[in-house]
Structures are given as structure tokens and as C-alpha cells.
């Protein structure tokens, strides 16, 4: 497997991992159960059935380090990283997008980043990720 696109694909779900932290850390009350709208075809499709939003938030990070443990085996992966890229990670980073937009109406927004001053740190998968080195105000 190519080190760089492993390494590359490695500091993207390092960076899920800090960004979803953010948005899914200190949620309201009864956030999990929010809708903006009426279901389209993909939340009416669920492989896992969903469970509370604290489960939800472990799962999350459990795949996360699910993805990061198939790129430490030097087995080929199934798909070329780029597609992994493509597909699956870009849509994760649509989908934290959403849940961000979803905690700004319902009254409880993240602050702003800047994002390439951040602690990411490949590995660190976790919920507990370092603090905002620099915030917009």
C-alpha cells in the first residue's frame, strides 16, 4: 500500500475524529432526536438500527478507529484509498457539516476554528481530543 495515501488517509480520520468530537461533545438535551425536516431516502435506510445519542457517539468514534486499524495492516485494502477518500470519509465530513448546522439551530453552536492551527493527532480517535488552539470570537 502506498505510505503517503496511508498516512494522508490517516490524518483524515484523525481529523474526524477532532471535528466530530467538537460538534458531538456537550450536545443539548435531546439533540439526538432533532430533524430539520421530513426523512429523505437515506435516513429512512439504516443498516444499524440507531440507538441514543451517547451509544451513537461511541459508535462513531469505535469505526473511526475500525478505519484507522485496516490502515495500520499491510494487507491491500479493498478500494484504492482515494475512492475510501471519495466516498466514505468525504461524506463523514458532510455529515459532521450537518450535525454542526443542526447545533446552530437549535440554539447551541461550536465556536469556530482555525482549523490548520489544531492538535490533530493521527491515532488520536477518541472523544477526549486536546483543546481549540485558536477559536474565532
Request: one cysteine or more; charged letters at 25%.
Amino acid at each position: 500500500m502506498d505510505e503517503a495515501a496511508r498516512a494522508l488517509t490517516g490524518h483524515a480520520i484523525a481529523t474526524l475524529a477532532y471535528r466530530g468530537a467538537r460538534i458531538l461533545r456537550d450536545a443539548p438535551a435531546g439533540f439526538g432526536g432533532m430533524r430539520a425536516g421530513a426523512p429523505d431516502w437515506r435516513t429512512a435506510w439504516q443498516a444499524v438500527p440507531a440507538g441514543g445519542w451517547d451509544d451513537e457517539c461511541r459508535r462513531f468514534h469505535a469505526g473511526l478507529f475500525e478505519v484507522d486499524r485496516a490502515l495500520l495492516d499491510d494487507a491491500e485494502p479493498t478500494l484504492p484509498l482515494e475512492r475510501v477518500f471519495q466516498g466514505p470519509i468525504s461524506d463523514a465530513f458532510t455529515h459532521l457539516g450537518r450535525l454542526a448546522l443542526l447545533r446552530r439551530l437549535a440554539g447551541a453552536p461550536i465556536r469556530g476554528e482555525v482549523m490548520v492551527l489544531s492538535d490533530v493527532v493521527p491515532g488520536k480517535l477518541g472523544p477526549e481530543q486536546t483543546p481549540p488552539v485558536r477559536e474565532f470570537r
